[in-house]
C-alpha cells in the first residue's frame, strides 16, 4: 500500500516538474521574442524618422536615404531573419530577428492611401511573426506584431 501511495506522490511531483519545466522555457522564449520586437522597433523608429528618402520599397526589403548614409531592411524568408545593415555594418548587418515565420512591409502615401512605388512612400509599417522553441517538447512562443505607420518625418511630405 506505501509503494502504491509514493508512486502516487512521484508521479504527481514529476508531472509539476515537468509542467513548471516547459512555462519556464516558454516564458524565455516570450522573453526573447519581446527584447527583439523591442530592437527591431527601436531601430526602425528611428531610421524612419531620420529618412529623408527611400530607395527600395517592395514586401521584403526596404531601404532608406539618410543623411548618415544608406540603412536597408532586409527580410530573408529561408533563413527566417530580418536584417538591418547600415553604413557601419554593411557587410554583415545587424540580425534584429530570427525564427521569423511571416514578415511584410506596408506603404503609404501622404493621405494614407497605399503607396505603389517607392518615391510615393511618406509612411510604413511592419507586420511579423516570430517564433521560438520546439514545438514537440510543448515549449514553442510565437509573437505577432504590427508596428505603428513611421513617417519619414525628413521627407518632403509631397514628394
Known amino acids: 500500500m506505501s ?17 513548471l519545466g516547459r512555462s519556464l522555457i516558454r516564458l524565455g522564449n516570450a522573453d526573447s521574442l519581446e527584447s527583439g520586437v523591442r530592437r527591431t522597433l527601436y531601430y526602425f523608429g528611428q531610421d524612419a524618422a531620420a ?7 517592395n514586401a521584403s526589403q526596404l531601404v532608406l536615404s539618410l543623411p548618415s548614409g544608406t540603412v536597408k531592411y532586409t527580410y530573408d524568408s529561408v533563413g527566417q531573419t530580418l536584417t538591418r545593415y547600415s553604413p557601419s555594418s554593411s557587410s554583415t548587418g545587424l540580425a534584429l530577428l530570427s525564427g521569423v515565420t511571416s514578415f511584410t512591409f506596408d ?19 511592419l507586420v511579423a511573426t516570430s517564433v521560438r522553441g520546439v ?18 518625418r525628413n521627407k518632403p511630405y509631397l514628394q
Not at 51 to 57: D, I, M, N, P
Not at 109 to 123: E, G, P
Open 3 to 19: 509503494a502504491l501511495i509514493t508512486a502516487i506522490v512521484f508521479a504527481a511531483v514529476m508531472s509539476a516538474y515537468t509542467f
Open 51 to 57: 529618412a529623408t528618402a527611400v530607395t527600395t520599397a
Open 107 to 125: 506603404y503609404y502615401q501622404s493621405d494614407q492611401t497605399t503607396a505603389t512605388v517607392a518615391a510615393q512612400v511618406k509612411l510604413v509599417d
Open 135 to 152: 514545438a514537440a517538447g510543448g515549449a514553442q512562443s510565437h509573437f505577432t506584431f504590427a508596428s505603428p505607420r513611421m513617417m519619414l
